[in-house]
């Protein structure tokens, strides 16, 4: 199954990939009316310190904690990808303390939310590799 | 009258040519060959036409035949004045002509068989041939209304500007016996008024005739320079004259390699040949890129005692060859062929880039 | 305090309604033109260090950002231009030689521009390069001048050692320490890939690039960086590096904080010390110097390599290649006076030099007229901006050509001529690690790949439309160019005819 992977080497701390994805997220066409005058909440974030960076999204475990810790059953492994349920989700944040990558985090209306692989976007296809600028997120199959 | 060569014009032209080759060394007349080239009349408009023809000469065989254009007596003496100084000339004479009004603007044709002053020769440390090749080079280039238009052994070229039946009827080679003829029509896309870029070019024994225009020229131009030929007609024929005579007088190449020189294989081609072939091929393509010549062009080359007729790789240009009996012809259509010989056993059309040569059977001598 | 005299050159635009501060731009500007207001909830910027790299415009998600000339003039005046203007200010400033990077920009004619290439019609057909073979293979090195045979009359194949390209483009030099392991990465998996050859420059050859040695040409400038016998020995041929196109008379620059790690290894020289390349190379004063030293290359190497000699193209660039044409050199690269160069004295790259169009053309016809043509192979750079000018230059008479800025720029570069800054914002000029990252070789190498596949196709279509299916006939067919606009005199040294003869 292909994944987002990240390579730490190229990986310039731009933070275009959070903003990627929060547009394709939006549903939107038009990235200024998507985003403007917004806080975003993207489901990739970039973490760093100095001159490392590095950008954490859901890695789709293959037995994922989150799945075994969700209480209501709204987490759950579809085509091997780890989704969430909005109407299921009570916003207990037991998988968000679970989560050992911090992968997921509340949105802004309440239930939880992570990286789906742009699945359901418009984008089809992760935004945030599509978008990164040096190549240091790739989605592909390992 | 726009000459060729003069402030660098460049005359492009298609054209026809034909040729007979006899391989038992008998002498036809020069009606054959008058007679194919004349069904090819529309490939030409009348602007330049001519023969080579080999064994013509028996009685001075041993001789270089000079056919010379004078453009008026000045020039004519300026060019006796030199040649006195290089050649012991045992015989000159007018060309002998036959009058025609399709043939005008005729000037002094004049014939001398000739041989180096021998102790010029010695002076200069050359060989025969050499010396010659450099003084038809230098009255070329340097005496002004002079032009030395044959000047091989045994043979001789025969041109004009008109149709070539008309030039061949001008020259009376009806008249002439040779065991090998070569002939041309021109289809200029300029009026070329001048003589002397009619084809077929030749140096020594070497006469080209040639349908075709390469785009290669000025490559090929100002790499045969460095040698020290100069190419004063600006034509294909003349350039690819030179190369011949540098590739296989000077360098010692078989015409076969020359062939692999002029047309050489593409480099794929090359890639599947075996080893040793493949090895030759690369190599001469290598040491003489400037020599290869693209562009569609179908040559009959003639020499002493042979004749070789090649087409560019990607044969761009019609040639067809014929055999009847110990006869070979060539010509830029069937049609010029089978109006002199109806029925050949064998007709045939080479490949893009193969040298098709015949040579006198051993034995055969050029005098029969 | 002292007068600011150094205006800012730029400005920067922002669209305020396309901006959404996602501080792209911020994170991205190696020059600190950018930053996030937290009071006025904005994005702001400090136009007095920008140098218009483009890598905030371009990253810039909504395209909310533009670089703009300062509209700030001077009053004008057609003989004191605001550049030669500030240039004196800022020797009034500092007393020091003005550095300048890459390329003369100066309006100087461009001959390439004056150049149109011929097409064949009616009387000679064109060829399809989609359907026909067309040819680009070339090689460089010298012709043997004797035919020799065997026993049996075959001839003997011996050459002497040639460089075979599968395209007449490889990459110029440009040195470890002026552009970064990155940037050479890039450069070096192009030319293996392509079946090309890139050059080191005078900086010597990292270890980890040994393994691309079939396709790099090894430099020996005057500094000798970096010369030693692996070194020699892991090239596919050397080259002499006497003169550049950008800095005629001058050696190489490279300043002592750019010297560290690496780099310095690489070059055989102490960290923090200048590498300043003198200007002769001390044991070449003359032609038979020169000679010598070619030899001594081959003879270190075995005469198992071709031995390039690169020249500066300079006023008797004629007499001096048809020295080098006899000092035993196989192939002779003339560097035209636009070529690119990572610092040079900005007096020295504007005035000094010669067009390579004319050095090319000069030193083409003064070889045959010597007849000695056939004895080197030619390679023209220093500013070839197209495959249109790569067949300019053939058609002129060279056997191939370098390409330096134009490499550059697949990789990203914007010709924002700060590298002697060493903060290239794209990751090409600069050893800072933070800013090299920026410049991911397997994109890097796959842009030049595309750029020198997609000229090569183009001069295959302009070599068919000319009736021309190999390209050794093309070189020096000099009656497949017309000039246009050209005076008599400049017609007559480039040996070419007028548009309409």
Same mark, same amino acid.
Request: glycine share 10%.
């Given at each position: 199954?292909?994944?987002?992977?990240?390579?730490?080497?190229?990986?310039?701390?731009?933070?275009?990939?959070?903003?990627?994805?929060?547009?394709?997220?939006?549903?939107?066409?038009?990235?200024v009316?998507?985003?403007?005058?917004r806080?975003?909440?993207?489901?990739?974030?970039?973490?760093?310190?100095?001159?490392?960076?590095?950008?954490?999204?859901?890695?789709?475990?293959?037995?994922?904690?989150?799945?075994?810790?969700?209480?209501?059953?709204?987490?759950?492994?579809?085509?091997?990808?780890?989704?969430?349920?909005?109407?299921?989700?009570?916003?207990?944040?037991?998988?968000?303390?679970?989560?050992?990558?911090?992968?997921?985090s509340?949105?802004?209306?309440?239930?939880?939310?992570?990286?789906?692989?742009?699945?359901?976007?418009?984008?089809?296809?992760?935004?945030?590799?599509?978008?990164?600028?040096?190549?240091?997120?790739?989605?592909?199959?390992? | 009258?726009?000459?060729?060569?003069?402030?660098?014009?460049?005359?492009?032209?298609?054209?026809?040519?034909?040729g007979?080759?006899?391989?038992?060394?008998?002498?036809?007349?020069?009606?054959?060959?008058?007679?194919?080239?004349?069904?090819?009349?529309?490939?030409?408009?009348?602007?330049?036409?001519?023969?080579?023809?080999?064994?013509?000469?028996?009685?001075?065989?041993?001789?270089?035949?000079?056919?010379?254009?004078y453009?008026?007596?000045?020039?004519?003496?300026?060019?006796?004045?030199?040649?006195?100084?290089?050649?012991?000339?045992?015989?000159?004479?007018? #060309?002998?002509?036959?009058?025609?009004?399709?043939?005008?603007?005729?000037?002094?044709?004049?014939?001398?068989?000739?041989?180096?002053?021998?102790?010029?020769?010695?002076?200069?440390?050359?060989?025969?041939?050499?010396?010659?090749?450099?003084?038809?080079?230098?009255?070329?280039?340097?005496?002004?209304?002079?032009y030395i238009?044959?000047?091989?052994?045994? #043979?001789?070229?025969?041109?004009?500007?008109?149709?070539?039946?008309?030039?061949?009827?001008?020259?009376?080679?009806?008249?002439?016996?040779?065991?090998?003829?070569?002939?041309?029509?021109r289809?200029?896309?300029?009026?070329?008024?001048?003589?002397?870029?009619?084809?077929?070019?030749?140096?020594?024994?070497?006469?080209?005739?040639?349908?075709?225009?390469?785009?290669?020229?000025?490559?090929?131009?100002?790499?045969?320079?460095?040698?020290?030929?100069?190419?004063?007609?600006?034509?294909?024929?003349?350039?690819?004259?030179?190369?011949?005579?540098?590739?296989?007088?000077?360098?010692?190449?078989?015409?076969?390699?020359?062939?692999?020189?002029?047309?050489?294989?593409?480099?794929?081609?090359?890639?599947?040949?075996?080893?040793?072939?493949?090895?030759?091929?690369?190599?001469?393509?290598?040491?003489?890129?400037?020599?290869?010549?693209t562009?569609?062009?179908?040559?009959?080359?003639?020499?002493?005692?042979?004749? #070789?007729?090649?087409?560019?790789?990607l044969?761009?240009?019609?040639?067809?060859?014929?055999e009847?009996?110990?006869?070979?012809?060539?010509?830029?259509?069937e049609?010029?062929?089978?109006?002199?010989?109806?029925?050949?056993?064998?007709?045939?059309?080479?490949g893009?880039?193969?040298?098709?040569?015949?040579?006198?059977?051993?034995?055969?001598?050029?005098?029969? | 305090?002292?007068?600011?005299?150094?205006?800012?050159?730029?400005?920067?635009?922002?669209?305020?309604?396309?901006?959404?501060?996602?501080?792209?731009?911020?994170?991205?500007?190696?020059?600190?033109?950018?930053?996030?207001?937290?009071?006025?909830?904005?994005?702001?910027?400090?136009?007095?260090?920008?140098?218009?790299?483009?890598?905030?415009?371009?990253?810039?998600?909504?395209?909310?950002?533009?670089?703009?000339?300062?509209?700030?003039?001077?009053?004008?005046?057609?003989?004191?231009?605001?550049?030669?203007?500030?240039?004196?200010?800022?020797?009034?400033?500092?007393?020091?030689?003005?550095?300048?990077?890459?390329?003369?920009?100066?309006?100087?004619?461009?001959?390439?521009?004056?150049?149109?290439?011929?097409?064949?019609?009616?009387?000679?057909?064109?060829?399809?390069?989609?359907?026909?073979?067309?040819?680009?293979?070339?090689?460089?090195?010298?012709?043997?001048?004797?035919?020799?045979?065997?026993?049996?009359?075959?001839?003997?194949?011996?050459?002497?050692?040639?460089?075979?390209?599968?395209?007449?483009?490889?990459?110029?030099?440009?040195?470890?320490?002026?552009?970064?392991?990155?940037?050479?990465?890039?450069?070096?998996?192009?030319?293996?890939?392509?079946?090309?050859?890139?050059?080191?420059?005078?900086?010597?050859?990292?270890?980890?690039?040994?393994?691309?040695?079939?396709?790099?040409?090894?430099?020996?400038?005057?500094?000798?960086?970096?010369?030693?016998?692996?070194?020699?020995?892991a090239?596919?041929?050397?080259?002499?590096?006497?003169?550049?196109?950008?800095?005629?008379?001058?050696?190489?620059?490279?300043?002592?904080?750019?010297?560290?790690g690496?780099?310095?290894?690489?070059?055989?020289?102490?960290?923090?010390?200048?590498?300043?390349?003198?200007?002769?190379?001390?044991?070449?004063?003359?032609?038979?110097?020169?000679?010598?030293?070619?030899?001594?290359?081959?003879?270190?190497?075995?005469?198992?390599?071709?031995v390039?000699?690169?020249?500066?193209?300079?006023?008797?660039?004629?007499?001096?290649?048809?020295?080098?044409?006899?000092?035993?050199?196989?192939?002779i690269?003339?560097?035209?006076?636009?070529?690119?160069?990572?610092?040079?004295?900005?007096?020295?790259?504007?005035?000094?030099?010669?067009?390579?169009?004319?050095?090319?053309a000069?030193?083409?016809?003064?070889?045959?007229?010597?007849?000695?043509?056939?004895?080197?192979?030619?390679?023209?750079?220093?500013?070839?901006?197209?495959?249109?000018?790569?067949?300019?230059?053939?058609?002129?008479?060279?056997?191939?050509?370098?390409?330096?800025?134009?490499?550059?720029?697949?990789?990203?570069?914007?010709?924002?001529?700060?590298?002697?800054?060493?903060?290239?914002?794209?990751?090409?000029?600069?050893?800072?690690?933070?800013?090299?990252?920026?410049?991911?070789p397997?994109?890097?190498?796959?842009?030049?790949v595309?750029?020198?596949?997609?000229?090569?196709?183009?001069?295959?279509?302009?070599?068919?439309?000319?009736?021309?299916?190999?390209?050794?006939?093309?070189?020096?067919?000099?009656?497949?160019?017309?000039?246009?606009?050209?005076?008599?005199?400049?017609?007559?040294?480039?040996?070419?005819?007028?548009a309409?003869?």
């Amino acid at each position: 199954m292909k994944r987002v992977y990240v390579n730490e080497k190229w990986c310039l701390g731009c933070h275009l990939c959070e903003y990627n994805c929060a547009f394709a997220e939006s549903g939107l066409s038009d990235m200024v009316k998507a985003l403007k005058g917004r806080a975003i909440r993207p489901r990739i974030r970039v973490e760093e310190r100095g001159n490392v960076h590095y950008a954490v999204s859901c890695r789709h475990c293959g037995d994922p904690v989150c799945v075994k810790g969700c209480l209501t059953g709204a987490l759950a492994v579809k085509d091997g990808a780890v989704t969430v349920d909005r109407k299921r989700c009570v916003g207990c944040l037991t998988c968000v303390a679970l989560c050992p990558y911090g992968a997921i985090s509340p949105s802004e209306d309440g239930p939880m939310q992570k990286c789906e692989l742009c699945l359901e976007t418009a984008a089809g296809t992760p935004a945030c590799a599509a978008g990164c600028p040096n190549g240091a997120i790739v989605y592909e199959e390992r | 009258m726009l000459r060729e060569g003069e402030n660098g014009n460049r005359i492009p032209s298609g054209c026809a040519i034909s040729g007979i080759f006899s391989r038992d060394g008998e002498r036809i007349s020069g009606e054959k060959v008058m007679r194919s080239i004349e069904l090819m009349h529309d490939r030409s408009n009348g602007l330049g036409g001519g023969f080579a023809g080999y064994g013509i000469y028996p009685e001075y065989r041993e001789l270089y035949a000079l056919h010379i254009f004078y453009n008026d007596r000045a020039a004519k003496d300026d060019c006796e004045k030199f040649l006195e100084e290089h050649f012991d000339i045992a015989d000159q004479a007018k #060309m002998p002509v036959q009058r025609n009004p399709r043939i005008t603007d005729v000037p002094l044709i004049w014939r001398y068989f000739v041989e180096p002053l021998h102790t010029k020769l010695a002076e200069s440390q050359l060989d025969a041939d050499e010396y010659v090749a450099r003084c038809v080079i230098r009255v070329n280039s340097e005496l002004a209304g002079a032009y030395i238009f044959s000047s091989g052994k045994d #043979m001789g070229v025969f041109k004009a500007v008109g149709f070539p039946e008309d030039v061949g009827r001008f020259y009376g080679l009806e008249g002439y016996s040779g065991y090998c003829w070569t002939a041309h029509g021109r289809y200029p896309t300029n009026t070329p008024g001048w003589w002397g870029g009619a084809h077929p070019f030749a140096l020594l024994d070497f006469s080209v005739v040639h349908n075709g225009e390469i785009s290669s020229y000025d490559a090929n131009r100002r790499t045969i320079e460095m040698y020290g030929y100069k190419c004063g007609l600006l034509t294909d024929t003349e350039v690819m004259t030179y190369i011949v005579d540098y590739l296989v007088r000077r360098k010692g190449l078989t015409l076969t390699e020359m062939a692999s020189v002029m047309a050489a294989p593409f480099w794929s081609t090359i890639e599947g040949m075996p080893e040793d072939e493949r090895e030759r091929h690369a190599y001469l393509r290598r040491v003489f890129p400037g020599l290869l010549v693209t562009g569609p062009f179908s040559i009959l080359l003639g020499f002493s005692g042979g004749i #070789m007729a090649l087409n560019d790789r990607l044969k761009l240009r019609s040639l067809v060859a014929a055999e009847k009996g110990r006869t070979v012809y060539f010509a830029s259509e069937e049609s010029a062929i089978r109006v002199v010989e109806p029925s050949p056993d064998r007709v045939w059309s080479p490949g893009g880039g193969e040298p098709v040569i015949f040579t006198l059977d051993k034995g055969a001598s050029s005098c029969r | 305090m002292p007068i600011n005299y150094i205006l800012p050159e730029f400005e920067v635009r922002r669209d305020y309604d396309r901006c959404i501060c996602c501080r792209v731009c911020e994170r991205q500007c190696a020059n600190l033109v950018h930053r996030y207001d937290e009071d006025a909830g904005k994005m702001l910027s400090d136009e007095s260090k920008c140098v218009d790299c483009q890598r905030c415009v371009t990253l810039c998600p909504t395209r909310a950002l533009k670089i703009l000339k300062n509209e700030n003039s001077f009053r004008e005046n057609g003989n004191w231009s605001a550049r030669t203007m500030t240039e004196i200010y800022r020797q009034a400033d500092t007393g020091g030689v003005l550095l300048s990077s890459m390329g003369n920009p100066s309006e100087m004619p461009v001959y390439w521009d004056r150049i149109l290439i011929n097409a064949s019609q009616v009387t000679n057909p064109s060829i399809d390069p989609l359907r026909e073979p067309m040819e680009t293979r070339t090689y460089l090195g010298a012709h043997p001048s004797e035919m020799r045979r065997d026993a049996e009359g075959r001839l003997i194949t011996s050459l002497p050692p040639h460089l075979e390209l599968d395209v007449p483009i490889m990459f110029s030099a440009m040195s470890y320490g002026s552009i970064s392991y990155n940037a050479h990465e890039s450069l070096a998996r192009a030319a293996a890939e392509l079946g090309t050859f890139y050059n080191t420059g005078e900086g010597g050859l990292h270890e980890d690039f040994y393994k691309y040695g079939p396709n790099t040409i090894v430099q020996v400038a005057s500094g000798r960086f970096g010369v030693h016998k692996a070194y020699l020995e892991a090239g596919a041929a050397i080259e002499i590096k006497m003169g550049q196109g950008a800095k005629p008379g001058i050696g190489g620059h490279l300043p002592g904080k750019k010297i560290v790690g690496d780099i310095s290894r690489t070059r055989m020289i102490p960290e923090g010390s200048d590498a300043i390349s003198p200007a002769p190379h001390h044991d070449i004063y003359s032609i038979e110097d020169l000679r010598q030293l070619v030899y001594s290359l081959k003879a270190a190497t075995e005469y198992k390599k071709p031995v390039i000699v690169k020249i500066a193209a300079v006023h008797n660039i004629a007499a001096i290649a048809s020295g080098v044409a006899r000092s035993g050199a196989d192939i002779i690269a003339i560097d035209g006076f636009r070529g690119g160069t990572g610092a040079a004295p900005s007096r020295i790259r504007d005035n000094v030099g010669i067009p390579i169009e004319l050095a090319l053309a000069a030193v083409d016809q003064r070889l045959r007229d010597e007849g000695i043509r056939d004895r080197v192979s030619l390679v023209a750079g220093g500013s070839i901006r197209s495959s249109a000018d790569a067949v300019k230059a053939i058609a002129l008479g060279a056997d191939a050509v370098y390409i330096g800025t134009a490499a550059l720029l697949a990789l990203g570069c914007h010709l924002c001529r700060s590298c002697h800054a060493g903060k290239c914002n794209w990751g090409i000029a600069t050893q800072e690690p933070e800013l090299a990252k920026r410049l991911n070789p397997d994109i890097g190498y796959a842009r030049l790949v595309n750029l020198v596949t997609a000229w090569n196709r183009e001069i295959k279509e302009m070599m068919g439309g000319m009736g021309i299916n190999s390209i050794e006939a093309l070189r020096g067919n000099r009656l497949m160019l017309r000039g246009v606009g050209l005076t008599e005199k400049e017609l007559e040294v480039l040996g070419i005819k007028h548009a309409g003869e």
